[in-house]
């Protein structure tokens, strides 16, 4: 008799729960995004602004580098740039590498 109440429980139990297509659909939409606009849109932007710093780049530039080497710009080329870090001393760095144009007089003030 106590088999009879345990299995019948038992299938209760296991009967799935139908729930709504619509709603299970949604939680991947809005997790897509969500990523959108949390990491994908930011980087995009990012990415713009650098490609317009490198583009209005000039000699004379007193530029920053992803090593946080400071100095002016001397020559520019398609894919490289030379730098004056001190008195005499140029070192070519790609363009990728600078990641900021500092303020005109920065170097003379440090």
């Not at 080497?69 to 140029?90: H, P, R």
Request: aromatic share 6%; hydrophobic share 45%.
């Amino acid at each position: 008799m106590l088999d009879f109440f345990l299995s019948s429980a038992y299938a209760q139990a296991a009967a799935p729960q139908q729930g709504s297509p619509l709603v299970s659909m949604l939680m991947p939409i809005a997790l897509i995004v969500l990523f959108y606009f949390l990491l994908i849109r930011p980087q995009m932007k990012r990415s713009k602004e650098h490609k317009q710093l490198l583009e209005k780049l000039a000699v004379g530039d007193e530029v920053v580098t992803s090593g946080g080497v400071a100095g002016k710009v001397t020559t520019l080329g398609e894919n490289f740039v030379s730098v004056e870090i001190a008195d005499n001393t140029v070192i070519k760095l790609q363009r990728q590498a600078i990641t900021g144009v500092l303020p005109k007089g920065s170097l003379k003030s440090a």
